[in-house]
């Protein structure tokens, strides 16, 4: 194994399941990159909707500056804005997201209707973020036998970030009869220096006061399926088929790719393409 790897690409998705952003750099948080996953959709009952349920979310393209999250698609001729510095948000309410109950803000009536307009959902939907002061706490003691496993995060599934090898996306694609890009598994943090699949056999990457431990595969379902520039899913199941041969869950018939990761040291520091980092196996 490779004593370095770098850092290839960096993304933020500031509506869970919607378009990411490409970034130069990020600030780092225990929860994840700054607004990464920091907003979501929500059905009535106030719980979480993904492209499982809703594949044209993948046609969202969402836009971060210093004042403004912006959300737009290409069939609709006027963006939505969200202020990020004065905009009203609703008193606490609850919601849901896998097994967690938590407490949640919606944006308002303009940014409902224009997301159940453009996602064409039979009922209407709702953008929400965490309420001011709430703590989503994840039990993954399932997942590791060392114990010791919460996580703090936003609507992250899992834990905070997902690193994925460029390596290994190069292996699946010579699996496939038509290759496929990197979004279709929708990673935080891309790297580059270690053979295919190598990232499951690390403990840990560190450079100049920052590091990540890499905790657990994370295991893939069917949005690797959907096609991110079209929101079309593939009949052949690709590549889920393909990684549960070639990369399978540890004891699990299921498709691994990427690590889940937590951050160690860093907080409040900037992670930039182009970071190498030290390898801890």
């Not at 993954?140 to 114990?147: A, W």
């Not at 699946?172 to 891309?190: E, G, T």
């Not at 379902?221 to 959907?226: F, L, S």
């Amino acid at each position: 194994m490779s004593n370095e790897c770098r850092v290839e690409a960096i993304s933020i998705y500031p509506v869970k399941s919607l378009k990411g952003i490409s970034v130069s750099e990020a600030v780092l948080t225990t929860k994840g990159f700054q607004y990464d996953r920091h907003w979501m959709i929500v059905n009535p009952k106030g719980h979480f909707l993904t492209q499982r349920q809703c594949a044209r979310m993948a046609l969202i393209h969402t836009e971060l500056n210093s004042e403004t999250l912006r959300l737009s698609n290409p069939e609709t001729e006027t963006p939505l804005d969200i202020s990020l510095l004065n905009h009203q948000y609703s008193e606490p309410l609850n919601g849901r997201i896998w097994k967690n109950d938590v407490n949640i803000v919606d944006a308002g009536d303009t940014a409902s209707r224009w997301l159940t307009d453009v996602l064409k959902t039979p009922w209407p939907v709702r953008l929400v973020k965490m309420a001011d002061g709430f703590e989503r706490i994840v039990d993954q003691s399932d997942k590791l036998s060392s114990g010791n496993t919460e996580v703090t995060t936003e609507f992250a599934d899992g834990y905070p970030y997902l690193i994925a090898n460029q390596a290994s996306l190069d292996a699946v694609n010579q699996k496939l009869d038509s290759p496929i890009k990197m979004n279709r598994f929708r990673p935080n943090i891309v790297i580059s220096g270690l053979s295919a699949f190598e990232e499951h056999n690390v403990e840990a990457i560190m450079s100049d006061g920052i590091e990540f431990s890499l905790r657990y595969p994370c295991e893939r379902c069917v949005i690797t399926t959907i096609d991110q520039s079209t929101a079309i899913a593939s009949e052949s199941r690709s590549p889920l088929k393909e990684l549960i041969e070639i990369n399978p869950m540890p004891n699990k018939s299921a498709a691994a790719f990427g690590e889940n990761a937590e951050l160690i040291a860093g907080i409040g520091k900037k992670l930039r393409v182009g970071d190498v980092f030290k390898i801890k196996e």
